[in-house]
């Protein structure tokens, strides 16, 4: 027969062995992340999990807290997944590469696990997940080294198919032969591949959005970059600096606004991550050439000093020792 269904809940635990053990179970699950419960007094999380052959099944509820993987440094190895996530109940606010995202009950949100990302979840949400190994992808030609963050819907067409099918493969998988459990998994695949597709070939298409996504793909990529521009990215891509002004600015934004804010948000992470790497290090690394103008845009960004977070997690490093 295949797997049980594996339940954990960290009712009952200290706070701190609450962070710790939801924690460790989403490392089980999917690699390493890191757990913030938000200022919140308690983490009350409860998982059940269950696979059917190489895919994992779950379903989450969790108080309000904040789940990141941030650490650029760590190899794409570590997390070699496609999470599919089917929110039920609450909001939740992903951010990944600059975008950032709303996910209401009724969305479906597919995203590169290797990349690294936080979801806030300001209340109790509710969500099921698939995780899908990257190979199973690959080997039906779909384009995970290139796969932005897309939103899709489950409330009605393929989405809607593919969540139905999901709740059946979670209530039916102890009852599955390991033969059965992998021609489950083969269709479940492809039935989750149908909205993906969809919104792959969007990205093959030579319209704004698409042109959007490869704009939005490059600058990911050359981030690190000092001399990034629009010039770089227009030649790149085959179009005008013209045409880029115009899908940035119908999105609210400049191409600078984008690629700066992209910039500092990673900075942010670093710097609260990282307590052993100095500001003007951190800056460096991602593209900016002065200090001043890092600490300026920075504060005028996030409403305080990079210093303050600098000092507070060297602080924090010097308590732990």
Known sequence: MS???????????????QVQCWSDTLTDLCGRFDIDPLEASSLEGRVNYTTVSRLKLCQIEASQHRVGHTDWRVRSSEHPYIKIHFQTYGTSYFE??????????????????????????????????????????????FHTERMSACK??????????????????????????????AGVAESLIDLLLLPLREADRMFDRVGPEAMYIRAQAFIREHLRDPDLCIDQISASLGCTKRYLHMLFSERGMTVSDYIWRARLQHCRQELETHAGKTITDVAFSWGFSSSSHFSRVFRKYFGIVPSSIHKAQHSAALGET
């Open 96 to 141: 990944q590469d600059g975008r950032r995202i709303e996910i209401a009950p009724g969305d479906v949100l597919a995203y590169d696990v290797s990349c690294p990302h936080t979801i806030e979840s300001p209340m109790l949400t509710r969500h099921d997940v698939v995780i899908v190994p990257k190979e199973l992808l690959r080997e039906r030609g």
């Open 152 to 181: 899709l819907s489950s409330r009605a067409g393929t989405g809607r198919i593919a969540h139905e099918f999901v709740h059946a493969a979670f209530d039916e998988a102890t009852k599955l032969s390991p033969n059965s459990a």
């Open 3 to 17: 797997d049980t269904v594996r339940s954990l809940s960290t009712s009952g635990l200290s706070p701190k062995q």
